[in-house]
């Protein structure tokens, strides 16, 4: 199957401090989805994106879909204890894929400090 | 509420045994989806449903079986074909129209197989 190369695969950071991971495929995608997930539960969506160049916020969350619809980033800005968690980057083929098939990053663990 | 409803949220079997996992949605979603979470690793797709009465296998399937005879509906049976089967399991749910692809996740069934 396809394959997303989430990075960093883990991040401890103290409480204010911003945060960036970012995911890179070889193939284009026309969907780009960032989830939370908390211990034992299941993932959250954060934010979606569906063109290229795309800059969307949600709070202190930015992601953007990359011009060369290979890649997307997040930013956590002035981050808080309740920011722990696995952070997954998804995204849906351009070409060759069902609708709504999803591929999967293998998500990034952020440790926060106070 | 609307939402996706996983049930058990723990669940235990015998090695040998065959075992279902439940999956109901009420967000009139056309499409579920099932994936398997392993420490460490992104979601996998084990089935997914377009449509009542039609599924395709995803990247994991052996040993997996499904059924979708309601839209509400797409429990996941366990069979003792599965060398590995303790793992997290995640259904999720999309409208998939119009493009938009966006998954929304159950809670998850954690299964342990002794």
């Known amino acids: 199957g396809q394959q997303l190369n989430q990075s960093p695969q883990s991040m401890f950071i103290q409480e204010g401090e911003d945060v960036s991971m970012n995911c890179t495929s070889s193939?284009?995608?026309?969907?780009w989805l960032w989830y939370k997930q908390d211990p034992g539960e299941g993932p959250v969506l954060l934010i979606a994106l569906y063109k290229a160049g795309e800059l969307t916020s949600n709070g202190r969350l930015t992601a953007q879909f990359g011009i060369t619809r290979k890649d997307s980033f997040l930013n956590i800005s002035a981050s808080i204890p309740s920011d722990v968690g696995i952070y997954f980057c998804a995204g849906q083929l351009d070409r060759g894929s069902t609708l709504g098939r999803l591929y999967f990053g293998r998500g990034t663990q952020l440790t926060v400090w106070p | 509420d609307g939402g996706i409803t996983q049930s058990p949220k723990y669940l235990f079997r015998k090695e040998g045994q065959n075992v279902t996992l439940s999956c109901e949605q009420n967000?009139?979603?056309?499409?579920m989806y099932w994936y398997r979470q392993d420490p460490g690793q992104g979601l996998r797709l084990i089935y997914y449903s377009q449509i009542v009465n039609d599924f395709q296998k995803g990247d994991i399937a052996e040993g997996y079986s499904v059924s979708r005879e309601k839209k509400e509906s797409f429990p996941l049976t366990v069979t003792s074909a599965q060398k590995n089967p303790t793992a997290f399991y995640l259904c999720?749910?999309?409208?998939?129209?119009?493009?938009?692809?966006?998954?929304?996740f159950g809670q998850g069934t954690r299964l342990t197989v002794v």
């Open positions: 193939s284009i995608f026309n969907t």
């Open positions: 967000l009139n979603h056309d499409a």
């Open positions: 999720a749910s999309s409208i998939n129209r119009d493009r938009v692809t966006e998954a929304f």
